[in-house]
């Protein structure tokens, strides 16, 4: 059964940087895309970013620039480094796993608890 481990979030200044790690473990057999999500107090859901089997990535136009997600496979790690941090990018970040097949679902199929972001101004 996939696992996943999400840490890094902090409180941070406007301005800011923070870097967040997903530690994965049990998808042996099974590829995976994955992604950061975040969920602001009375807001949905909404992802941030995702990064496919072939390491090809995408953002929500709100991080474009200023977010980068990264995988590193040998370390079973998922990574979330974020610059230029904003009031508006406090928000529990949770990351996800999206069980490749043949094409990266909407929906990842399982969540880290989330790790905390809160960025003061």
């Known amino acids: 059964q996939v696992q996943l481990t999400d840490s890094g979030g902090d409180s941070v200044q406007t301005g800011g940087s923070l870097r967040l790690s997903c530690g994965v473990s049990g998808y042996i057999g099974r590829r995976f895309c994955m992604a950061w999500f975040r969920q602001a107090p009375g807001k949905e859901r909404e992802e941030v970013a995702r990064?496919?089997?072939?390491?090809?990535?995408t953002y929500a136009a709100s991080v474009q620039g200023r977010f980068t997600i990264s995988r590193a496979n040998a370390e079973n790690a998922l990574y979330l480094q974020m610059n230029d941090l904003k009031p508006e990018d406090t928000a529990v970040y949770y990351c996800a796993a999206l069980e490749y097949l043949g094409y990266c679902p909407r929906t990842p199929d399982v969540w880290g608890k989330g790790t905390q972001v809160t960025v003061s101004s």
């Open positions: 990064i496919d089997i072939s390491d090809k990535t």
